[in-house]
Each structure stands twice: as C-alpha cells, then as structure tokens.
C-alpha cells in the first residue's frame, strides 16, 4: 500500500457523503474520515443500543442525518445539502437470518436503497467517486477450495446474499446507463466478515462472543466448520480509501474490488472462538450448538489478486491481532476509557504500522 499519510492527507477537506454511517462498519469509517479531516455527512436509521457509533460520540463531531435510504426524496435533500465530492454507500440490512426473518425489508433496503443513492449520485452532479460497498456473499457458492475472483458468477443463495447481487447488478446498469458518461467513477467492493471493538449485531460471532464473556457463560457457536475470511474492520476501510482515491485520480481504476485476509487467516469460526477466548482469558471458552437454522454457506474465501496487483493493497493484521485488538478496544472501554481515544489509537496503530511496513519492504 502507498504511504498512508499521503492517503489521509488526500481526504483533508473533501466532502464526503456516507450511508450507513450509524453501523458497525459505517462508524468506523466515519472515525477514520474526522481523523483524516474531510467534512463528513452522514445518513442512516438511528445506531443500534450500546454500539460504536453512540460509545465515540460521534453524532456531535459530523452532519448526521437520521433517514432511511428507501425514502429518495429525504436522502436527495441531505445529498443536495452535501453537494459531496466522494460518496461511500454502506447502509443496508446486512444479516443473513434477519434477511430470512424478512426478505421484503432486506430486498427494499438493499437493492432500492442502492438505486436510490444512484440516483442522487446521477441527478445532483459533482460527485467524483462513488464506492458501493457489498459484500463476499455475492458470489455463486459452489463450495470451492479456490477463492472467488471478481469475474465469477454474482448469484447469491439467501435473500442477503441476493440481495447484494442484485445491488451490484444495479450498479453496474447505473454506470453503463448514466455515470460513466458524467465524469464519475464507480467501483463496488465485496469485503469479508469484519471484527472490531464496538460491535453489537445479534448473529455474529465476536460480538456474541463478548456478550457471553461479559456474563461468565460459554460461547455458543452454531457452525463452528463453517470457513470465512476473517479480517479486522480496518483492512477494508483502508482499502475503501484507496479504491476511492484511486478512481478520484484514475477512472479507469474503478471496477469491481475483493477486499479479504491472506488465506492462512481464512479460519473456521471455531478457530476464530478458540483465539478469542485465549485472547479475553478468565476462564472464556465456547461450545458447538447447532440450531438448525436456515441455509448457510459452509465455505467462503475470496481471491484478492486483483486489488493487490491494481492498487497494491495488502491485509496488515493477521486473524489473532485482530482478535486481540477487538478484546483490546472493549476491555478498554469498559474500563472507563473514552471510546474515541481508543478507536483512534487503534486507527493510529494499524496506519503506523502499515507505514512502518512499507519502509521495511522499500528497505
């Protein structure tokens, strides 16, 4: 990766319009964007109870809007006042059970809520880079060895799943129809499972880690074979800034991106459970306890050839420093520490050390 003070110093100043914002992901990014110093508006349903977004204090520190990305016309008067130069999407339902749970919501979330940041995108003008941020699920899942290339087959198998195929299928329209004739440039990125302090989902496996070392009880685990690509919520913030960066300067850059962990760090959710209770300690330990419940992929892992090779992007954390910094993050915050100091050290950390890095490897 490029020098990563060159990279932050690209968002000095930039408006930037983010959907999603209150999430788990969305939260993250908006702390990293403040630290770089660009002028960020959020917009984005209320944050969940307890999660990074309210711990951090960051509704006072941005221009965050409360709104649903189905509503078009509440979001084009936020995006209108925005006038953004750079956009990332991240607002969705974004939960394969809840998406069983209710397929209409995630299908009208996902997929009309993408088109309708499109269409502010094609009716507002002056947006340079457009990120439409997706998800490893899209892919056809044939249970492969190999991981998925960005030329494999978008057909995702549960509603969520689908839902973002279907996200990225409008994208595409949207570029081929509109922005590309309009001087933007538009990539998505399919990410795998993030881990970071300050997530509360329901059905994930860090944060119901957490809530049931927190109680002194075992971690259930549902699909403790079940391999994924593993990664810390910052490996694909910092590669969501430099696909946006990138494609700002180059259009020709934009496309579709993989952003996923080296293959070793591809783990079964039992590993991941086993490093998290080595990392936490006090006795933590989990067991298997499949539920039955609906369809799930029993292997996912992607190929990140072409970003590395396009951009030079490369995963920094392993899987057991990610797990680490998760444990790290919520033992500081429930000591009393301020959320903000502790994200923000751990944005310091991760940046410092790709620095670091990539001084060793010009070395």
Aim: charged letters at 25%.
């Amino acid at each position: 990766m490029e020098n990563t003070k060159d990279l932050l110093r690209f968002f000095q100043g930039k408006r930037v319009f983010l959907t999603g914002h209150t999430g788990f992901k969305g939260a993250w990014l908006s702390e990293l964007l403040l630290y770089a110093g660009a002028e960020v508006t959020g917009y984005a349903l209320p944050a969940p109870d307890g999660g990074i977004f309210q711990a951090a204090g960051l509704e006072s520190r941005m221009t965050s809007v409360m709104g649903d990305v189905r509503d078009l016309e509440s979001l084009r008067r936020v995006f209108q006042a925005c006038r953004p130069e750079i956009v990332f999407h991240l607002a969705a339902q974004p939960l394969v059970r809840e998406s069983y749970r209710d397929p209409v919501g995630t299908y009208s979330t996902n997929v009309l809520g993408t088109v309708n940041l499109l269409e502010c995108v094609r009716t507002c003008g002056g947006v340079r880079s457009v990120l439409n941020v997706t998800t490893d699920k899209v892919y056809r899942n044939r249970e492969c060895l190999r991981g998925y290339r960005e030329t494999d087959v978008l057909d995702g198998y549960d509603p969520y799943s689908n839902s973002k195929s279907c996200s990225e299928l409008a994208t595409w329209t949207y570029v081929r129809s509109f922005l590309a004739g309009q001087g933007t440039a538009v990539s998505t990125a399919r990410a795998g499972n993030v881990i970071g302090g300050g997530d509360t989902a329901a059905d994930r496996i860090l944060p119901d880690c957490v809530r049931a070392a927190r109680r002194g009880e075992a971690v259930y685990v549902r699909n403790p074979h079940s391999v994924r690509p593993y990664q810390h919520v910052l490996e694909p913030l910092s590669a969501y800034l430099l696909i946006s960066r990138a494609q700002y300067a180059a259009p020709d850059l934009a496309g579709a991106y993989n952003v996923g962990p080296s293959v070793e760090d591809c783990l079964t959710t039992g590993a991941l459970a086993d490093l998290f209770c080595r990392c936490w300690g006090e006795g933590a330990a989990w067991t298997a306890a499949p539920d039955g419940g609906p369809h799930e992929a029993v292997r996912l892992t992607l190929d990140c050839g072409k970003i590395a090779k396009t951009l030079g992007w490369a995963p920094r954390w392993r899987a057991e420093t990610a797990v680490e910094k998760t444990v790290e993050w919520t033992k500081a915050v429930l000591s009393g520490q301020r959320a903000q100091d502790v994200t923000r050290s751990q944005i310091k950390d991760y940046f410092e050390a790709a620095d670091a890095a990539r001084g060793q490897s010009d070395g």
